[in-house]
Every structure is written in C-alpha cells, then in structure tokens.
C-alpha cells in the first residue's frame, strides 16, 4: 500500500495505528515531501517514531508495518499480553482490556485562549469537535480582541455544537485569558490547548490516563507532536522542541521519590512539557492562584508561565504526570521572522523565570545552586538541536542571538511586568 506524494522538500509528519489495517493520518497533508516522520501508534498508544523515505509513488506501508513490529516489539508484545491478543504485525482491534483504553463520562472542561486568529482558530475548533470523550465542554477565551471576527467565528460553531462556548476576556495576556478559563471551567479537570494546534480525538483519554496514574496528580501534559515540516524555520522549532515533541515513554515527577537526576530540577525547562498540551486538577489550580499574570504571551515577559506553573504545582507536594498518549499536534512558526519573535519570547520568558524565584526568599538558594548547570544548559542548547537537524537544512539566521538577548533582558522585563501587573489590580479594585 501506498500514499501519493510529490516533489517538494520538507518532512511529511503522520501516523499509524498498528491495528487494523488504516492507511497513515496525518493533519496536514502531504505535500510531496522527500521524507516521511510516522508516528507508530498501537490502540491509540504511541510507540515511537520511525523516519521512512517518500518517493513519488508514496509512503511504503508495508515496510513501515514491518520496521515497527522489530523496532518496537518488546512494548508491542507487552500491550497485546495484557490483551491476551497473538502479536502480529497487524494486530486485532483494541479490546476491553486493553491498557490504554480509558472509560469515563466525567465532564472536562477545554480552554483554547485565542486573539485575533479566527482562521487558525477555526481549524483548532474543528479537530476540537472530533474529540471522542462523551462529556467535554470547550471554552473559547477571546483575549483583548481588536474585532468582534472571533465571536462571530465561535457563535457559528457553537450553533452546531452546544459543547463549545464562548468568554472574553478585556486584560491582554495568556495568563490573563487561562485564568479566565479556569474560573468559568466546568469539569473537574481543565485540558488547555492553544489555536494552533490540533488535537488528537482520543486527546481527553490521554490525559485523564494521566490523572489516574496516582492519587496525589494534579497535572498532566502530553506528547506535543510537529504537524508539518516544509521550512528551515519548522525544521529548527521542530529540533528545539525535542523535550516534549518526541518521548513517547510515560514519566511521574514529584519531589520525593520520584524526581528527575537533573541538576536543575525542578527548574527544568522543557522537562515536564509546554502550555500547548497540558491539564490541571482545577480545584488545586485554583488554590494555587492560577497563573502568574506577569509571565506569559501578551505581557513584557512573553513567557515563563507554563515552566512557573509546573514548580508550583510541584513545591505543593503534588505529583505531575507527562503522558505521551494525550496527543496534539502544533503547527510551527513557518517563517524566519515569526520564529525570530518566538525564539526571543522563549529568551525572555525562561529569564523572567528564573528572576521570579531568585527575588522569592524561599526559593532563592535553590536557583543560585542551579545557576552553574542552568548556563552550562544554556550553552548546550543550539548544539542539541544542530545535531537533531543534521546537515540538510541550514538554520535561521540569528536565532540564537535574539533568544540569548531575550534572557538577557528578561529580568528587566519581569519588574515591569510586576509594576503592570500591581496597576492592573489596582483598577480592578477600584472598578468594583
């Protein structure tokens, strides 16, 4: 079996489910590229990726089929053991015991914060209507729009679907928008994802595969896959993005038993995965005060907000669950100069970070004794990622000189962040 394709460069990012025999899916199509990234998945479970060539004639299956029933074999004998199903490279349909099958009718609650991007958006809502778990309840929180295009775009969906909603909210800023989010939440969990994603439709029994690992989780985030490949720019996001775009094994942090050997833990970037694909115990989110709303898109710090959110989640004595099988996939920044934005976005949201807990007198001496590894870390990051690239695409130049100026400026950034943030408050207070 075979998929056309045609003669373009790029990567052609798709996957397969094992079972069955489905053609490979993908939520951008192929547009000719030469090679192929597939996502090997068994009952909705990720496996791992295999690269496999695209010729002209398209996607050899087969040979996909057989490379993953080697490559993958001791996790696929495994799944199909607990099904008592003979293992093949075909295997049968999932069935009532198989490990990653989820069933619950408890009502979760979906945030997509968006601003002026009723076109991405659009997209987004659409694979959001896919989802397959009975009993979710999507929040759309238009932040600070300039036009009324986003509701409009949002009460025509909402006339088909009586799941999806909508909410505004006037303070620009992610964290403003997600806060909004979680007070208007309905479920017990709240799943938050961005407009430029698209999810998974088992996305929501991913996540609350997450949630029942242990008792004491109170957040889960997921496989963050690269929807498509097809400019230096993609190309170079999608090698950054390797913490939380390609592990496919399931991963419990704490700050007990369970803790990572790394130097910076938990002050991690990266490590516990990205505001695109993450959820929370929405009572404990509240408690905690939700996000910080001098961290994130929309303020000076133009980030931070997910890596803040995760320390505190975990300096609460509770546990936090990266579960591959919560699966979207992100569509990159496709151009130069939108990457040259992020990449100084990413610049100053970890600085700002990092200063948020160095001016907190509880956590100071933490971070002064991960500032060494921080740096060293630092270094070591565009090199990572250049070897992930390999030698066929060049990378964008200047990258990393706007994300290195971003850290540099991002304490700064974070005290005016805070002097925005005390005013705003201030009017709130005096408005009501």
Request: proline content about 6%; some cysteine.
């Amino acid at each position: 079996m075979r998929l056309p394709a045609e003669d373009v460069t790029g990567t052609w990012c798709c996957e397969l489910e094992l079972s069955g025999n489905a053609p490979p899916r993908a939520v951008t199509p192929s547009s000719g590229q030469h090679e192929a990234r597939v996502l090997v998945r068994l009952h909705g479970e990720p496996l791992g990726y295999l690269e496999a060539p695209l010729p002209a004639m398209g996607l050899d299956v087969d040979a996909v089929v057989r490379r993953a029933a080697a490559e993958f074999a001791p996790r696929i004998a495994a799944h199909l053991a607990e099904e008592s199903l003979p293992v093949q490279e075909r295997p049968a349909a999932a069935g009532e015991g198989c490990p990653n099958r989820v069933v619950s009718d408890e009502l979760v609650t979906v945030v997509v914060c968006t601003r002026d991007r009723s076109p991405v958006l659009a997209s987004c809502l659409e694979h959001l209507q896919q989802l397959t778990h009975p009993a979710v309840d999507v929040l759309v929180v238009d932040n600070a729009p300039s036009d009324e295009s986003t509701h409009r775009l949002v009460a025509a969906v909402a006339a088909r679907d009586p799941r999806v909603r909508y909410t505004r909210e006037p303070r620009p800023g992610l964290s403003y928008a997600r806060n909004r989010g979680l007070a208007e939440a309905r479920g017990r969990y709240v799943l938050f994802t961005d407009d430029d994603v698209s999810v998974d439709p088992l996305w929501v029994q991913g996540v609350l595969k997450g949630f029942r690992r242990r008792d004491d989780v109170a957040c889960v985030t997921g496989l963050v896959c690269t929807a498509d490949i097809s400019s230096a720019a993609e190309a170079y996001f999608d090698a950054r993005a390797a913490a939380w775009s390609s592990r496919t094994e399931p991963r419990l942090y704490d700050l007990a038993e369970d803790r990572d050997p790394s130097a910076l833990y938990p002050y991690s970037p990266g490590l516990f995965g990205t505001g695109a694909n993450f959820a929370f115990d929405r009572d404990h989110l509240r408690a905690l005060g939700g996000f910080d709303e001098a961290l994130g898109a929309g303020t000076r710090t133009r980030g931070g907000e997910d890596i803040d959110v995760f320390v505190r989640v975990l300096r609460s004595g509770r546990a936090l669950v990266y579960e591959p099988s919560a699966i979207v996939w992100h569509h990159h920044r496709a151009d130069d100069a939108a990457l040259l934005t992020q990449m100084y976005g990413y610049g100053t949201g970890l600085s700002a970070f990092v200063a948020k807990y160095l001016f907190a007198s509880e956590t100071r001496g933490e971070v002064l004794r991960r500032v060494l590894a921080g740096a060293r870390r630092l270094v070591t990051i565009p090199t990572d990622a250049g070897e992930r690239m390999g030698d066929q695409t060049a990378r964008p130049d200047g990258a990393r000189r706007r994300e290195l100026f971003g850290v540099a400026v991002g304490p700064l950034l974070y005290l005016g962040a805070l002097r925005d943030r005390r005013r705003r408050r201030a009017e709130d207070r005096a408005a009501a």
